[in-house]
Nanobody, 115 residues
């Protein structure tokens, strides 16, 4: 079965850094557009960053210049490097993989940024 397993979350002080990883199994990873979404309490889930199979990246305006998404197809893993973290980045972060009409989600991982 398909699994997307996130890791690397936790508690960090404002201005700090974290790197999230999402290891995929059960899919032909290289074909998938991979993305990171987040959902803060009381808010809708929003796209943070995405990377296509060809390596094209997209970022939410709120994270441009601070976050970097990358992928390693040999490891079936997508990463989100988060620098200069702010309290407003606090949320549950979800890994997403989509290809044609199918999409899969990870279970989510908490990122908390203290002020």
């Amino acid at each position: 079965q398909v699994q997307l397993e996130e890791s690397g979350g936790g508690l960090v002080q404002s201005g700090g850094s974290l790197r999230l990883s999402c290891a995929a199994s059960g899919i032909i990873f290289s074909r998938y557009t991979m993305g990171w979404y987040r959902q803060a309490p009381g808010k809708q889930r929003e796209l943070v960053a995405a990377i296509t199979s060809g390596g094209t990246t997209t970022y939410a305006d709120s994270v441009k210049g601070r976050f970097t998404i990358s992928r390693d197809n040999s490891k079936s893993t997508v990463y989100l490097q988060m620098n200069s973290l702010k309290p407003e980045d606090t949320a549950v972060y979800y890994c997403n993989g989509r290809y044609n009409f199918g999409a899969y989600w990870g279970q989510g991982i908490q990122v908390t940024v203290s002020s």
